[in-house]
């Protein structure tokens, strides 16, 4: 293990676009673990060995609780409303992410998710959740396209405020 705060993550979409805005902050080498779920944050830590002296976890405001007791006494939780791609989304704006789903090959099948009965006349950010949280691959892919398009500086407040952490801890 390197020298440095360890970062868990819910899944490797949160992990995708850690790891790409951590790099672009300079950061290339940071940490960042999977651990599959917040349920998953004790056995990601006792699967390390060795627990590192930081931990610092990012995760979904209704997962918050779980992280929060695992890395207590070792770091600090960042905490996404909602979730991560409601983040990304509120960072970027609805035109910028359907822009990016164009890029991605995705703004059609949006679209034909938007003509669905059940999404007809919702607004387009619950539209957007939806989209991107289902299909094989497409959240790892949309999330890091996202955060790829974000302008410097732009970071949602949950990353850049973990990523400032870690860099404190370095």
């Known amino acids: 293990m390197t020298s440095g705060p360890l970062v868990l993550v819910e899944g490797e979409s949160d992990a995708a676009v850690v790891r790409l805005l951590a790099a672009e902050r300079g950061s290339p080498d940071l940490q960042v673990l999977s651990t599959g779920g917040a349920m998953g944050v004790r056995r990601a830590l006792a699967g390390l060995g060795q627990r590192p002296e930081a931990v610092l976890a990012l995760c979904d405001e209704r997962e918050a609780p779980h992280l929060q007791g695992a890395v207590a006494d070792a770091g600090a939780v960042f905490v996404c409303r909602a979730d991560l791609e409601d983040e990304l989304i509120r960072a970027l704006g609805v035109e910028a992410v359907l822009t990016v789903l164009g890029e991605t090959r995705d703004l059609r099948p949006f679209r034909i998710l938007q003509r669905q009965p059940e999404h007809r006349g919702r607004p387009v950010v ?45």
Request: hydrophobic residues 60%.
């Open 126 to 170: 619950p539209q957007l959740r939806r989209f991107i949280a289902a299909g094989a691959g497409r959240k790892v892919r949309i999330d890091a396209a996202m955060a790829a398009a974000l302008p410097p500086g732009r970071e949602p407040a949950p990353i850049a405020a973990l990523l400032v952490r870690a860099a404190a801890l370095r």
